[in-house]
């Protein structure tokens, strides 16, 4: 079936370093790829997304990368900022426009 | 902008009651989705709806129920509410395959 896993649920980074979050997905029908970032006591809001048709795209401080041969996404955030600590979650889509994700990683940002 | 509004923020409900979580979204999306999010175990879809009086079981749908009778709006119904499903609960939408937009959230107590 379907699944969406994160490879860490805990991610530690220093302030001004980058971060990267990494995704495995299961499902070699899903062609669309999105990141949301889960800030506490809020529902989650689109980072960035990413079209099977691509293997990298870019976005403000964020970039995406996909590989389909090993079927990975990663998301990285360039000189993180206190304001990144959040929980953040992959997803996948495939054309029926269903929405599986991941199970988070949590982002701590030290100052 | 977008608004996936939920009816309540908190909720507390005995076992045994019928319980309704309701979803309203103003942005005309085809897609809706109620998911239920708990800790270490992400977002889970209880149940999708792709158009109205149209659903799709999710990943974890047992013990629940939807109703779409109008485009806009998505209803979770649980039949009889136990302890077990005590959680936040998240309604979204999404138009084809693109990105969903969150509510806020319900976080629903069963006692």
């Known amino acids: 079936g379907e699944s969406v896993g994160l490879h860490l649920p805990t991610l530690s980074v220093q302030e001004g370093d980058n971060s990267i979050i990494n995704c495995a997905y299961s499902?070699?029908?899903?062609?669309?790829f999105i990141w949301y970032k889960q800030e506490s006591g809020k529902g989650p809001q689109f980072i960035i997304d990413?079209?099977?048709?691509?293997d990298k795209r870019q976005g403000q401080r964020v970039t995406v990368l996909l590989n389909k041969t090993v079927k990975h996404l990663s998301l990285q955030i360039a000189a993180t900022q206190p304001g990144d600590s959040a929980v953040y979650f992959c997803a996948e889509s495939s054309n029926t426009g269903k929405l599986i994700f991941g199970q988070g990683t949590t982002l701590q940002v030290k100052p | 902008d977008v608004k996936v509004t939920q009816s309540s923020r908190y909720l507390v409900k005995r076992t045994g009651e019928k319980v309704f979580l309701e979803c309203v979204q103003d942005?005309?999306?085809?897609?809706m989705f109620w998911y239920r999010q708990d800790p270490g175990l992400g977002l889970r879809l209880i149940y999708f709806?792709?158009?109205?009086?149209?659903?799709e079981k999710g990943d974890i749908p047992e013990g629940y129920s939807v109703s779409r009778e109008k485009k806009e709006r998505f209803s979770l119904i649980l039949e009889s509410a136990s302890t077990n499903q005590t959680s936040m609960y998240l309604c979204?939408?999404?138009?084809?395959?693109?990105?969903?937009?969150f509510g806020q959230g319900t976080r629903l107590t069963v006692v």
């Open positions: 499902n070699s029908a899903s062609d669309y």
């Open positions: 942005m005309d999306h085809e897609n």
């Open positions: 990413i079209r099977s048709n691509m």
């Open positions: 709806s792709y158009d109205v009086k149209m659903k």
């Open positions: 979204a939408s999404s138009m084809d395959t693109t990105e969903a937009f």
